[in-house]
């Protein structure tokens, strides 16, 4: 099936430092959507973004939707222990249905 | 708790044999997908309703695959013949189709056929 180009595929960080992960397409979506996903759990969602250029924030998370509205970045700052796990980027398509990205694996040491 | 709920959160079952999972999506939720994530990978669409009716249909949903819902509430997915292959999570999530479009996920079904 198809996914999104996700990067980085995973990130090794000390607690206290800022995280950027982003996402690129090569089809143009609607919304951008970014979840976290703990082990054995569903996707929670965490911010989405409805219109090109739009900057969002919720807490320490700020995500960017892109002007080309092919790509979308996730900003996390001052990480903390409870934000490891694995992120995921998904487009929302013209005809409703979300597409996925390859994910980044967050790992944050104490 | 109102949010997506699936059923069951674990399922191991002999290759060849029928299997059925259930998805309660978020009340008033008129659009409900279903998702199949393996190991390491992102989720990937497999269908979608709005109400009652079947919208899209991944290619990755084969003839063993098929999803009802019936009254434009819950919805069931039937895997029929399960093959090793079929070994993932199945998850479902649900948004409305105006307004809040965000979608929400259940806990997922996690499938381990032997």
């Known amino acids: 099936g198809q996914q999104l180009n996700q990067s980085p595929q995973s990130m090794f960080i000390q607690e206290g430092e800022d995280v950027s992960m982003n996402c690129t397409s090569s089809s143009i979506f609607n919304t951008w959507l970014w979840y976290k996903q703990d082990p054995g759990e569903g996707p929670v969602l965490l911010i989405a973004?409805?219109?090109?250029?739009e900057l969002t924030s919720n807490g320490r998370l700020t995500a960017q939707f892109g002007i080309t509205r092919k790509d979308s970045f996730l900003n996390i700052s001052a990480s903390i222990p409870s934000d490891v796990g694995i992120y995921f980027c998904?487009?929302?398509?013209?005809?409703?249905?979300?597409?996925f990205g390859t994910g980044t694996r967050l790992q944050v040491f104490p | 708790d109102t949010g997506v709920s699936q059923n069951p959160r674990h399922k191991i079952t002999k290759r060849g044999q029928n299997v059925t999972f259930r998805c309660d999506p978020i009340?008033?939720?008129?659009?409900l997908y279903w998702y199949r994530q393996t190991l390491g990978q992102g989720p990937e669409f497999l269908t979608y309703?709005?109400?009652?009716?079947?919208?899209?249909k991944s290619r990755l949903l084969s003839d063993r695959f098929s999803a009802e819902r019936p009254k434009g509430s819950f919805s069931t997915l039937e895997i029929q013949r399960t093959e090793q292959g079929d070994s993932a999570m199945y998850l479902c999530?649900?948004?409305?189709?105006?307004?809040?479009?965000?979608?929400?996920f259940g806990q997922g079904t996690r499938l381990t056929v032997v």
């Open positions: 999530a649900s948004s409305f189709t105006t307004g809040s479009t965000e979608a929400f």
């Open positions: 309703f709005q109400n009652e009716a079947q919208l899209e």
């Open positions: 998904a487009g929302r398509t013209n005809t409703d249905k979300l597409i």
């Open positions: 973004l409805y219109k090109a250029g």
């Open positions: 009340s008033e939720h008129n659009r």
